[in-house]
């Protein structure tokens, strides 16, 4: 498995586990510190997974060996379900379209069972040429 290195890749905990062109799976073992209140995984650490993903997807329109630098322009989240405490989420991301400086994302939160949690989609900038 791997993890990119940041300092909020870190605190999050997620693990980047497979990558293609276009595409990234993440896995993220839910843990107490990604509860909210109600004691469920805040929507800010699934919408967190859902922009990680599509980033990677993105990244990798040139391919799983080659990062191309990318920002978020625009991201939707819609919350569908909910997780719980020792639960292992995967997220998969996919670059669905765009072009040279534009590109278009989607993503999904799944639980163990297979049940949606959440999904979204993203709108991100190129910030270097690539072909």
Partial sequence: MER?????AELIGYQLVDKEKDFA?????????????????????????????TGFAVAL???PDRIIKAVTLSMNVQFMGQ????????????????GKTVAFAKAEVR???GAILARGDAVYRFLEKWS
Wanted: aromatic fraction near 4%; charged fraction near 20%; charge should be neutral.
């Fill in 111 to 113: 639980n163990e069972a």
């Fill in 61 to 63: 329109a040139g391919g």
């Fill in 25 to 53: 799976r993440l896995k993220l073992l839910i843990e107490p510190r990604h509860l909210n209140r109600m004691e469920v995984p805040h929507g800010g650490v699934l919408a967190t997974l859902i922009d990680t993903a």
């Fill in 83 to 98: 997780g719980k405490v020792g639960e292992t989420l995967v997220v998969e991301g996919h670059r669905i379209g765009g």
């Fill in 4 to 8: 990119p290195y940041s300092g909020y």
